[in-house]
């Protein structure tokens, strides 16, 4: 029994961030909050009443390589985890902060498994894998129309769009808007 765990804990290790099942499914990330953060946003696009939060985090070496590129390395995975906003609680009087998990959502770059280069995924209550979206779910038709680098909304990400900016990795679409 020891023998196999210590056999299998370098494979779980290795699959820990981006991993299909066999039937193509999305095993959801488990390691994401120990990703890079690129920013917070309330209420961006999640539909009406008390607006949810969203936090993105990407995969450490997908982050790695944009640094240096300004672009996504094939297998980028990217995560949103959207959490139920409060307020006055504890000390805090007027501001919001962050609760309960609603859902995860998940963006992979894979040209090989996906037609457009880009794989959405979404794992409500504590489902743990999650079948690719089809073009119904709208993911990739918003994704692709209004993000500024590739399918990623990197205008909204700070310390990214500096980066894209420098290394002219912008989508031609998307115009800074100063520029509009
Ligand atoms: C109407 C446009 C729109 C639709 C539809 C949409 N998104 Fe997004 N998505 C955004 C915006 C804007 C952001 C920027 C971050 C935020 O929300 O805070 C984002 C960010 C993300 C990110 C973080 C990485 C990135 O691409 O920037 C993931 C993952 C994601 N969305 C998944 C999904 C999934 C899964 C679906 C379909 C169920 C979906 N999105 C549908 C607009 C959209």
């Given at each position: 029994m020891k023998t196999v765990a210590f056999l299998l804990l370098p494979l779980l290790l290795l699959g820990a961030d981006l991993e299909f099942n066999k039937d193509g499914q999305l095993v959801r990330?488990?390691?994401?909050?120990?990703w890079i953060f690129l920013s917070s946003g309330v209420g961006?696009?999640?539909?009406?009443?008390p607006l949810p939060f969203g936090n993105v985090f990407v995969e450490p070496s997908a982050y790695r390589k944009f640094v240096e590129t300004g672009k996504w390395p094939d297998k980028s995975i990217f995560a949103l985890e959207i959490r139920q906003p409060a307020t006055e609680g504890s000390i805090n009087k007027g501001g919001q902060y962050q609760t309960n998990l609603l859902a995860v959502e998940a963006a992979v770059k894979d040209t090989a498994r996906f037609k457009d280069g880009w794989g959405y995924f979404a794992f409500n209550g504590n489902a743990t894998t999650a079948k690719v979206l089809g073009p119904e779910a709208g993911c990739n038709a918003c994704h692709s129309a209004n993000a500024a680098v590739e399918h990623t909304?990197?205008?909204?990400?700070p310390t990214l769009l500096e980066i894209a900016i420098a290394k002219g990795?912008?989508?031609?679409?998307y115009k800074p808007p100063d520029q509009k």
């Open positions: 990330p488990k390691t994401y909050r120990e961006m696009n999640y539909g009406t009443g909304f990197v205008q909204f990400y990795t912008l989508n031609p679409s």
